[in-house]
């Protein structure tokens, strides 16, 4: 499975928590967003959202893991977009729960409220219990299948209810594309290996060019 982790300004201090935990799973993790390492550009959750928008429409991976000082500001932001199905994750069980009955595809995390003493070891057994089984199996097993048909509905529902990803980043503010596309980082992933190849195309040929 690749993961990738994009942190907005307020939680780029937590980078390398999310990332040593995840590690430890046996992902492979793309750190996309802000670091210790990364601060040139200031990304907030709009610009995180749009960036685990963009890359979950590509393909270019399986799960996105952000967050912000809620976690709130996060996964509203990343919801406003097609084919993203997040979750609010504060403790493993939500994690495991999460993985089985919604088998979502974005994960946001708390990383400023309540992040205090053995904050990265909640990181840990968080990742230890999302990636424990395969995910949408279903909780408790008799309702597998009818939840197993919600996730099936919500797709629909989505892909209904949006706009083509390349409508959508030609209606944006001008702005706030222009700075996720400035993110070195998150550029190399776009750029990188994908499923949705004519997005890719549309992106590279838009936004891109002048780096080319």
């Given amino acids: 499975m ?29 750190n996309v967003g802000m670091s210790e390492e990364n601060q040139d550009i200031e990304l907030t959750y709009i610009h995180t959202g749009l960036m685990a928008g ?8 399986d799960l996105v893991v952000g967050g912000c000082g809620t976690g709130q500001g996060f996964l509203v932001s990343a919801m406003q977009y097609p084919n993203v199905f997040g979750g609010l994750i ?21 990383l400023n409220k ?32 009818s939840q ?9 529902i989505s892909a209904a209810c949006h706009k083509p990803f390349e409508e959508i980043l030609s209606a944006l503010e001008k702005s706030i594309v222009e700075r ?7 550029v190399q992933a776009v750029k ?17 060019v002048k780096d080319e």
């Fill in 148 to 156: 197993a048909q919600s996730r099936g509905v919500l797709k629909d």
């Fill in 2 to 30: 690749k993961v990738a982790v994009i942190n907005e300004v307020s939680a780029r201090d937590k980078n390398q928590d999310i990332i040593r935990a995840l590690e430890k799973t046996g992902v492979q993790v793309l």
């Fill in 192 to 208: 990188g290996p994908c499923r949705n190849k004519d997005l890719q195309s549309f992106i590279i040929k838009k936004f891109l």
């Fill in 90 to 110: 504060k403790e493993p069980l939500d994690a495991w729960l999460f993985s089985q009955i919604n088998g979502g595809n974005l994960v946001s995390l708390e």
């Fill in 180 to 186: 996720v596309f400035a993110f070195k980082p998150f």
């Fill in 114 to 145: 309540g992040y205090g003493w053995a904050g990265e070891i909640n990181l840990l057994y968080i990742f230890e219990k999302l990636f424990k089984d395969p995910m949408g199996q279903g909780f408790p097993a008799h309702r597998a299948q």
């Fill in 54 to 61: 963009i890359l979950l429409n590509l393909g270019a991976v």
